[in-house]
């Protein structure tokens, strides 16, 4: 692929900034149609209660109301659908229990919409919701995975007799159990995979517009993809899909969160019908802790045979997954898919995993950034550094002798997964460099005489992404010659409008200010897969690379013409194709202009299996052993990404995952008590990382190209978040094991939690 000003590689600075630090973004929020009128949602204070809604007609005839909607009210919509059931290990299917659109005789969370109230003003709507007549006789809850898993558990679906959601199971378990057998020795490690909340800038809202000539109803939302929300809205209302259009304008974050269709859309699309007026919903911090799916919230018990020279024989995992109240789009799909890459980078001859689902009574949780691989990295590589400390051997020594090889590529895993490239030695060499690993010696014992304690930590992941189906754009050259691109994936801050522009660029020779792209709208978007699993750029890419070749190929053809030279003596340069070395040429606009059927190519592009981008952090701690505060001094990422498509881009995508992994490792922690309220509703007590908390980062890429990949990429969207927070957990207990010989701690390793294991070390 030959260099190109603004084409792949280039260090393109983001076209879309100027809006978004202007303050010329424009967000769901920011649209207030003439005539708008505001919807609030009546939530359940309680984790389990039984339910019975009052007499309504005082509400209704409160000041400025215009609707209020019970359960009973909303008993015809069908229920939210779960669209990744996992299999039970036995070939049954597993049950699915109802997700109402509103509440009806039980509450099951604490958040669970109960009613919604339309009214004139958003005072008025929160007024009326107030005086909503819900009726509570609150029940015992399940709260937890120890509380959904305990003997006498309240049952959040008693139909069910149990809580047990699915009891999945990937490998095979004979293999693995004979390989235990013959091993001389196994490591054993549990761990906590704790609960979180996406947080992203921009909360949720919904505005619903209804055409009284058509009864059509537009819905403007933030989303992550609007044809699977147009698709599931029209379901669960009963209504055909081109009743609705979906519209997503700019969007302030996603992180899998707002991949989801939820209650309040098919809500305020019904109210928009039944009053003839714009209806509109947003929520606040606290709705959006308590309303929208929460994220991770796994225990885990791996064990590893070896062999007597340490190498790994098999591996042995036991998931569960806490799934909330209900089950959330994708829920089951998180943990059971997400156990595929449970091998990681390492070459095992055996794997079984058992994932089993818990229902409890808290807030649904499905996918966020990484969706079931942060979850399967942070297992394997926590337990391979505990690995080297139970056999005294280095980190990197264990790793190197248990890798996958490049002479093994393409590798077949034993739960299904073919890696096509990687050479993982080799990025984790190049980060213990740059990290400088040889001299941390000389900086413990700074520390220590500092009164501090310090440690360092690597992980070296493998993550799977970019696969699944095919998605189509269309570019096309408009009159004044510059260039269109339609494409259904959605940007959520990455900077796609900067990346497909790059991508057109690449073929047509634009400069990215002259290439527009349309997202987010179903009327001018045939179809559209959205974003997730890092698929927009080596997907979504693909098809506007494939599109902007063809219509390159179009264009030299109607310029044979004008120009009356061979297609083959043409070259696409400047806006334009000239007969190469002479300056005879025709623009763009001239040949759009000489081509009223319009110039346009479409190009559909599906994987035919997925990317495995892959990589090493080096994460570097200190620690004050008097507080228990961690500051993360250094931190070093070396990603294998196969093609760099805009450094610039790409490492903003890696120090962004990189920071929520850190906030993950250290800070983040959802906490319900033993009666379901959920205590870190708020920043009061739900802690984020601040700038002070995230150190400059050193990060380089050492790409090997994808061979699935018709570009060569690998997925960088979710990868930094992947890696992240098992360095970060293996540096500290590389600290805490050095001055204390602490052997174990868990995630957010909080000033508390640190403080606690030093005191009980010391005996105290």
Same mark, same amino acid.
């Given at each position: 692929m030959r260099p190109m000003k603004f084409g792949v590689g280039q260090a393109v600075r983001r076209v879309e900034d100027a809006r978004f630090v202007t303050g010329t973004g424009r967000y769901t929020d920011d649209f207030a149609p003439p005539g708008m009128i505001n919807a609030v949602m009546v939530r359940?204070?309680?984790?389990?209660?039984?339910?019975?809604?009052?007499?309504?007609?005082?509400?209704?005839?409160?000041?400025?109301?215009?609707?209020?909607?019970?359960?009973?009210?909303?008993?015809?919509?069908?229920?939210?659908?779960?669209?990744?059931?996992?299999?039970?290990?036995?070939?049954?299917?597993?049950?699915?229990?109802?997700?109402?659109?509103?509440?009806?005789?039980?509450?099951?969370?604490?958040?669970? *919409?109960?009613?919604? /109230? #339309? &009214?004139?003003? +958003?005072?008025?709507?929160?007024?009326? @919701? !107030?005086?909503?007549? =819900?009726?509570?006789?609150?029940?015992?809850?399940?709260?937890?995975?120890?509380?959904?898993?305990?003997?006498?558990?309240?049952?959040?679906?008693?139909?069910?007799?149990?809580?047990?959601?699915?009891?999945?199971a990937v490998g095979d378990k004979d293999e693995t159990d004979a390989a235990f057998e013959t091993a001389a020795r196994v490591v054993s490690l549990t761990l *906590?995979?704790?609960? /979180? #909340? &996406?947080?992203? +800038?921009?909360?949720?809202?919904?505005? @619903? !517009?209804?055409?009284? =000539?058509?009864g059509r109803v537009t819905l403007t939302l933030g989303s992550q993809g609007s044809h699977d929300v147009r698709d599931l809205v029209a379901q669960t209302l009963g209504w055909p899909e081109e009743r609705l259009r979906v519209v997503t304008p700019d969007v302030g974050g996603g992180f899998g969160t707002k991949i989801f269709?939820?209650?309040?859309?098919?809500?305020?699309?019904?109210?928009?019908?039944?009053?003839? &007026?714009?209806?509109?919903?947003?929520?606040?911090?606290?709705?959006?802790?308590?309303?929208?799916?929460?994220?991770?919230?796994?225990?885990?018990?791996?064990?590893?045979?070896?062999?007597?020279?340490?190498?790994?024989?098999?591996?042995?995992?036991?998931?569960?997954?806490?799934?909330g109240a209900y089950l959330s789009q994708f829920a089951p799909f998180i943990p059971s898919g997400g156990a595929r890459m449970s091998p990681g980078a390492y070459d095992i001859p055996a794997v079984h995993a058992r994932i089993r689902g818990w229902y409890s009574h808290t807030v649904p949780v499905d996918a966020y950034r990484g969706a079931g691989r942060p979850e399967a990295a942070y297992v394997i590589e926590r337990l391979v550094d505990h690995i080297a400390r139970e056999l005294g051997e280095t980190p990197d020594a264990v790793r190197a002798k248990n890798f996958i090889r490049p002479e093994q590529m393409p590798y077949r895993t034993k739960t299904g997964r073919t890696y096509d490239t990687g050479e993982f030695e080799g990025h984790m060499r190049r980060a213990m460099e740059l990290a400088g690993w040889a001299g941390f010696e000389d900086r413990l014992a700074a520390a220590r005489a500092r009164g501090r304690i310090r440690g360092i930590g690597m992980a070296c992941y493998i993550e799977a992404c970019s696969g699944g189906g095919a998605e189509t754009a269309e570019v096309s050259i408009e009159r004044d010659g510059t260039a269109l691109v339609k494409i259904g994936t959605q940007s959520t801050g990455q900077g796609h409008l900067t990346a497909y522009a790059q991508l057109v660029s690449q073929h047509l020779d634009l400069p990215v200010e002259k290439i527009r792209v349309v997202q987010g709208d179903t009327d001018q978007i045939k179809t559209g897969g959205g974003t997730g699993?890092?698929?927009?750029?080596p997907v979504g890419g693909a098809s506007v690379a494939g599109a902007s070749e063809m219509l390159a190929t179009r264009l030299k053809e109607l310029a044979s013409d004008a120009l009356e030279a061979a297609a083959a003596d043409l070259?696409?340069?400047?806006?334009?194709?000239?007969?190469?070395?002479?300056?005879?040429?025709?623009?763009?606009?001239?040949?759009?202009?000489?081509?009223?059927?319009?110039?346009?190519?479409?190009?559909?592009?599906?994987?035919?299996?997925?990317?495995?981008?892959?990589?090493?952090?080096?994460?570097?701690?200190?620690?004050?052993?008097?507080?228990?505060?961690?500051?993360?001094?250094?931190?070093?990422v070396v990603d294998d990404f196969g093609v760099t498509l805009n450094p610039l881009l790409l490492a903003?995508?890696?120090?962004?995952?990189?920071?929520?992994?850190?906030?993950?490792?250290?800070?983040?922690?959802?906490?319900?008590?033993?009666?379901?309220?959920?205590?870190?509703?708020?920043?009061?007590?739900?802690?984020?990382?601040?700038?002070?908390?995230?150190?400059?980062?050193?990060?380089?890429?050492?790409?090997?190209?994808?061979?699935?990949?018709?570009?060569?990429?690998?997925?960088?969207?979710e990868a930094g978040s992947i890696g992240a927070s098992p360095a970060v957990m293996n540096a500290v207990a590389d600290a805490l094991h050095r001055a204390y010989g602490v052997r174990r701690i868990d995630m957010p390793a909080t000033p508390q939690a640190v403080f606690q294991v030093i005191r009980e070390a010391e005996g105290g």
């Open positions: 359940s204070p309680h984790a389990h209660a039984t339910l019975r809604v009052g007499d309504l007609s005082e509400v209704r005839a409160m000041p400025g109301v215009r609707l209020v909607l019970a359960g009973e009210d909303a008993k015809d919509l069908q229920d939210l659908p779960c669209l990744g059931p996992a299999r039970n290990a036995d070939g049954s299917k597993m049950p699915l229990p109802p997700y109402p659109i509103i509440a009806r005789d039980h509450v099951r969370h604490v958040g669970d *919409v109960v009613g919604m /109230v #339309v &009214a004139d003003t +958003l005072a008025q709507a929160r007024e009326a @919701a !107030e005086a909503f007549p =819900a009726e509570y006789e609150p029940l015992p809850a399940a709260v937890g995975i120890a509380g959904a898993k305990a003997e006498g558990a309240a049952l959040v679906w008693p139909q069910l007799g149990t809580n047990l959601a699915f009891d999945a *906590v995979n704790n609960r /979180v #909340v &996406a947080n992203f +800038l921009e909360p949720r809202a919904c505005l @619903a !517009e209804i055409d009284a =000539a058509t269709t939820y209650r309040e859309y098919p809500l305020c699309a019904l109210a928009a019908e039944r009053l003839g &007026a714009p209806v509109k919903w947003a929520a606040d911090r606290t709705e959006h802790f308590v309303g929208d799916a929460q994220g991770r919230d796994n225990l885990t018990e791996a064990q590893m045979a070896l062999d007597a020279d340490g190498r790994f024989l098999a591996l042995r995992v036991t998931i569960d997954a806490d799934m699993g890092s698929r927009s750029i070259e696409i340069a400047e806006g334009g194709v000239r007969v190469a070395g002479t300056d005879r040429a025709v623009s763009f606009a001239d040949l759009a202009a000489k081509t009223p059927e319009g110039l346009a190519a479409s190009h559909a592009w599906k994987p035919p299996e997925a990317t495995y981008p892959n990589g090493t952090h080096v994460c570097e701690v200190e620690i004050d052993p008097d507080t228990g505060v961690t500051e993360v001094v250094g931190y070093v903003g995508q890696v120090h962004g995952g990189v920071a929520q992994g850190i906030g993950q490792a250290l800070q983040e922690h959802v906490v319900y008590d033993e009666g379901g309220q959920l205590v870190t509703a708020s920043f009061m007590d739900y802690q984020l990382p601040r700038a002070a908390d995230v150190p400059n980062f050193v990060f380089e890429t050492r790409n090997v190209p994808s061979t699935t990949n018709v570009l060569g990429m690998k997925g960088a969207g």
